[in-house]
Structures are given as structure tokens and as C-alpha cells.
């Protein structure tokens, strides 16, 4: 095992026998092999659609594969095995129909061609298998941006927003990955690509949220308890959550968010549910403290997943491209999911137990702040705001995140700060107080509503008169720790912004000559002091 595609791998360099997270070595080398069949899937998938004989199916399980590998993700070795004998054979499925036309050519990628059950033994798929260490990086740096691609593009697709563009991408990078002829500087252009691909997708996972469930609008979401037995939602799949929602109708069990799910109260067809409560707890890492507290069962719908306590593990159910050993997985049939089985059980379960009290914000998505921006205009250009901060990204454990709740609190009283992802947990309940009216902590939503904060940015500046959004009052410290979170660094990057903060520590995968790029190109800068930083980024 070799694996450092998370924040929090160890020593800052790479987890070598179980992951930080708590995946197990075995499933990290099955996590290996399985993006080694996507790639030769990809070989000949890339000529497939060139020849119009692609299938939609076959893109469906590239995305629930890569998916499955993000970390906190499926900890299972059998579901890893179960999609690399389901790849193999859609590899060997698309080879045919290829042979029939006459139309591959194995000598182009001679390894991933001759792909097989049986020689994938012999292969090493491992990180570390790309000797030069900046090749390895840049790849590395693709393969990761790819899978926050996947992840959005699979939230996408089950709402039917998908798109050949940013499948035939996937396909494109995964191969790039295993061309030996490709040097530093194309690699570099194809991971500038991807985030170009990560603004697409995140565009096209908001039309489906907003298509399907409405325009989101603030709203403050109750963070206590009621008196009835309860569901707890988390992970980030807004359809899953409406069809618990109906299904609970009537029932006498609540539902209550929890983690990336706390947005899904702003959504206008979401919010109608009478029996949506409120959100429960806080951001990912806290799973183990608050789902023992909450009595009723929890479903888990995508990432985030901490390796259960085994006080709460018979109430656990996973669904989607999460899995635990233990958890009972819920499968959709023709594109449904029965919830029965949870719901019964919730009725037997004591309420949840309160945590704290009071409520928090969300909803300041794009088209409900530049609705309102002539007030916020006004604000700035009367000088009672002088800065925007960009916080958005990703929470985590370690004790060094205190970093952001801390930064948040020291910000003058004239700045704003602009956030999605789960990162917001570590600030979104201190009392920072209003200006105008204006919260001084503006919600967007869930990691990908990252591309709300961009229009955001770049409808207020343009307001504001200013053509380049590096000239404009609005500083970026953006905390990461998964694939998700790499992806939307790289569409920062791709849209030309400067002089980002990442932290709380730099990714391992990149490596000191890719870093130098980074600093070169875009003057990327790992966090420091509270005090160095707010002289850096509130000038």
C-alpha cells in the first residue's frame, strides 16, 4: 500500500500499511488495480465513441467506479472487487465490438490493452510505479482531479444532467495518465484542463439541483431536537434525501441533515417537508460522537464515512458509491430506493438527544445573493465593506483546523466571508454578526457549490466595476482534504485566480518542482500564523 491522496496521509508523506482514515491496505491495493481496469476501459472506451458505439452504461460505472475510490468512500474489499470484475468485463465487452469493426490497435498502449483477470496480478498499478517523481505528481494531480469530476458528474447523472464532454474528458486524462511520451508541460495543460471540466460539472450539478429542487434561498435550520424518533441523512445526495422525505410522510419519524447535507433546507421542493427538522451536529469527522447520540438510524449517501463505532453499527445503512463492512447497503431498483426498512426501525428508536441549540444559515447561492447585490454594492462602495473572504473546502480533525475557526473570529468586523463545503463548520456558528443586514458568513452550500461562490465573486466585482477578479477586494484561504476539494482548487486555478491560501498543509502529492509551478504561475501559498495571514490576505 501507497496512498497520499488526502490531507491528512501520514507524516504529511503517505499512509504505508492502513490508511489515517481507516481503509484498510488490503483495500488500497484493490483500490489501485480497480483505477488501473478504468484505465484500459478508458483505452478502448476513447475509441468506442469515436466509432458512436459507447454506451451510457458504461459511463455510469466509470463514475460510480472512481467515485467509490475517493477517500471516506466505500472501505469494502468485496465492493472494490465487485467493480473490478464488472470492469473487466465491460472491457472485454467494448474490446469485442471493436474487433468486429476492425477498429483498435493494441500496439498504441500495449499495457492497458492487454489488460487482463489474470495478468493484473503481475502489474504494478501502485502510485509509486511512475518513477520520476514529477510525472508521478502531475499524474497523480490528474487522476485525483478526475475523481472529484466523477463524483460530481455521478450526483449529476442521477438527476438526469449528464454530458458526454466531461465523460469523454474522464477517458482522455485517465489515458494520459499511462503515456509515457507525454512530458511535464502537457500534463501540466491537461490538469489546468480538468479544472476547466470541474467548473462544467459543478455548472451542471447546480442546473440539476435547481431544476429539480428549486432556487435555493437563506434560511436559518434548526440545530436542536424534537420529540419524535428520527433519521439522520448525510453525504451529499439531495435525491436521496427526497425520496426518504416521501417516504417518511406521514410516519411520525423526522429527518434531520447532518454534515454536507445542511444545504438541502434551503431548497425550496426540500424545505416543504414538514417532518425535514433540522440539522443535526456537525461536519464529517465528528460521525462517531454524534450518530451514537442520535439514537435512530443514519444513512449514509456518498463520501465522508468514518469507520463506525460498533454501538452504532446496526443502525448504519449505506446507498450509492459508499460502503462499510457491516452497514447495510441499500441498491436503487430502476432507479428508486426503498427506505422501509430504516423508517421501521427508526420507530423503535428512542428520539435523538440534543446537542445544542439555536440555528444556523444557508442558502446564499448565486442567484439569491446577486438577486440582493445592489445591497451588498452599496455596503462596499460606503466602505462598510472592505473585504471578501473565499473559505470555502473541506473540514477535518486534526487539531491544527483550529486554524480556521480562529481566522474567522480575528477578521475585522468589515469583511465578509463567502463559503460552501463543510469546512463553514468550523466558523458558521459564531455569533459574527451582520453588516447591512448581510451576515458576515455567507453559506453557498455543499463542496460544489464552490462554483456558486465563483459567480458570486465574479457578478459582485463586475458590479463593482472591476474587470479582473485579482484586482478585486476578495482574498482566498481555502482549507482542503479529499479529491473533491483537489478538483475545485483546480478550477480556481484554470479561472486564473491568485494568491490562494491552502491548508492546513500542502498535498503530498505535489511535488517541490510542481509546487514551484504552482508558486510561479499562480502564487499558491500554504497557510501560516493567524497574524501573518490576515496581513497577507485582508490588505
Known sequence: MFCYQCEETMNGEGCTNNGV???KGEVADLQDDLIYVLKSIAFYNQKARKAGISETSTDDFMLDALFSTVTNTDFRAAGIRDRIEKGFNIQKSIRQKLLDKKLIDENDQPGIATLTPENLRDRDTGVLATENVDIRSLRELLIYGIKGIAAYAYHAGILGNGGKKINSFIEDGLVMTTDDSLDDQKLISAVLKCGEIGFDVMADLDMAH??????????????GTKANPAILISGHDLYDLEQLLEQTLGTGVDVYTHGE??????????????????NYGGSWWRQQQEFESFNGPI?????????????????LYTTGPVGYDGAIHIVAKDGKKDFSAIIEQAKTCKPPVQLEQGSIMTGFAYNSVLSNAER????VKAGRIKKFIVMAGCDGRHKERQYYTDFAAALPKDTVILTAGCAKYRYNKLDLGEIDGIP?????????DSFSLIIIAQGLMSRLGFIDVNEAPISYNIAWYEQKAVLVLLTLLRLGIQDITLGPRLPAFVSPNVLNVLVDKFNITANGSIEEDMERLVK
Open 21 to 23: 482514515c481507516g481503509k
Open 210 to 223: 435547481t431544476s429539480k429542487f428549486g432556487n435555493p434561498s437563506p434560511v436559518k435550520v434548526d440545530i
Open 261 to 278: 447535507m445542511l444545504p438541502a433546507h434551503s431548497y425550496p421542493k426540500l424545505s416543504k417537508y414538514e417532518h425535514l427538522a433540522g
Open 299 to 315: 444513512l449514509l449517501t456518498s463520501n465522508c464515512i468514518v469507520p463506525p463505532k460498533k454501538t452504532y453499527i446496526e443502525r
Open 376 to 379: 451588498i454594492v452599496d455596503a
Open 440 to 448: 458576515r458568513v455567507m453559506d453557498a452550500g455543499q463542496c460544489n
